[in-house]
């Protein structure tokens, strides 16, 4: 957790959100019955849509946005193409992914054939090596 809250300290929402903004959605229910409603916070810490316990449910926050080039829906065999994919974390206030290093995304960018038979692949890793 020290690792992530340094993460915190150097990300660009360290002034504007911390980590109960994003992570403990704010609700106004009554705990403790005869007080009212007041309003507080859930606990259940959402991140990375793993969940941690089986009852209850996992809730993922939004991350990364995309942003891919354009493409035609096919090409002839002679053509080529350019092809980017940006992943910008926008959204978290810490790395992405954050929490556990074991964790990681595998982008897997493949092109088809007009059978469906992959012709060339191209897989990145992007978490803690
Ligand atoms: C601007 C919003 C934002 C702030 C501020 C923020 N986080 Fe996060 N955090 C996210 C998002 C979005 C993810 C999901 C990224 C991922 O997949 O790991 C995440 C992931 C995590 C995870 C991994 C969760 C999991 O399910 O494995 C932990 C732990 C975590 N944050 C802790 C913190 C702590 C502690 C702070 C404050 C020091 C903090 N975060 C601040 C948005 C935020």
Request: with cysteine.
């Amino acid at each position: 957790m020290l690792t992530v809250y340094n993460e915190w300290k150097a990300d660009l929402f360290y002034n504007e959100k911390n980590c109960i903004s994003c992570h403990m959605e704010t609700v106004e229910r009554e705990i403790v019955p005869g007080y009212g409603i007041k309003k507080n916070h859930r606990h259940y810490f959402p991140g990375s849509g793993i969940s941690k316990f089986d009852t209850v449910e996992a809730v993922g926050l939004k991350d990364i946005e995309f942003y891919a080039s354009s493409m035609q829906k096919t090409y002839a065999s002679i053509d080529s193409f350019y092809y980017e994919l940006i992943l910008k974390n926008e959204y978290a206030g810490n790395k992405v992914p954050s929490g556990d290093p074991e964790r990681f995304y595998n982008i897997r960018i493949a092109v088809k054939d007009e059978t469906d038979s992959i012709i060339q692949q191209t897989n990145r890793r992007m978490g803690e090596e």
